[in-house]
């Protein structure tokens, strides 16, 4: 594991409610709950900016597909 650095938030107090019985729910710690959550979102963000980039090159003409049916074609299927 890497260096650890502390991240504060503020919230309201039924915010917090929430998120510490959401956390309980899970048998996590709201430390526990709360990166997976920010974990989550950053893998959503690298999808879509692997989609993104799939579908760029793609449109250059740098990727080049082959349908399913040819490949079963092609292995005689």
Same mark, same amino acid.
């Given at each position: 594991?890497?260096? %650890?650095?502390?991240? @504060? +938030?503020? %919230? &309201? #107090?039924?915010?917090? +409610? =929430?998120? !510490? @019985? /959401? =956390?309980? *729910? !899970?048998?996590? @710690?709201?430390?526990? *709950?709360?990166?997976? =959550?920010?974990? =989550?979102?950053?893998?959503?963000?690298?999808?879509?900016?692997?989609? /993104?980039?799939? !579908?760029? #090159?793609?449109? #250059?003409?740098?990727?080049? &597909?082959?349908?399913?049916? @040819?490949? !079963?074609? #092609?292995?005689? +299927?």
């Amino acid at each position: 594991m890497g260096k %650890t650095r502390m991240l @504060n +938030l503020r %919230t &309201t #107090e039924e915010d917090y +409610l =929430a998120v !510490q @019985n /959401l =956390a309980r *729910f !899970q048998g996590k @710690n709201i430390s526990e *709950f709360v990166m997976d =959550a920010i974990r =989550a979102q950053i893998e959503d963000w690298e999808d879509i900016q692997a989609i /993104l980039e799939y !579908q760029k #090159e793609k449109a #250059e003409g740098k990727i080049q &597909t082959v349908s399913w049916e @040819n490949v !079963q074609r #092609e292995l005689g +299927l």
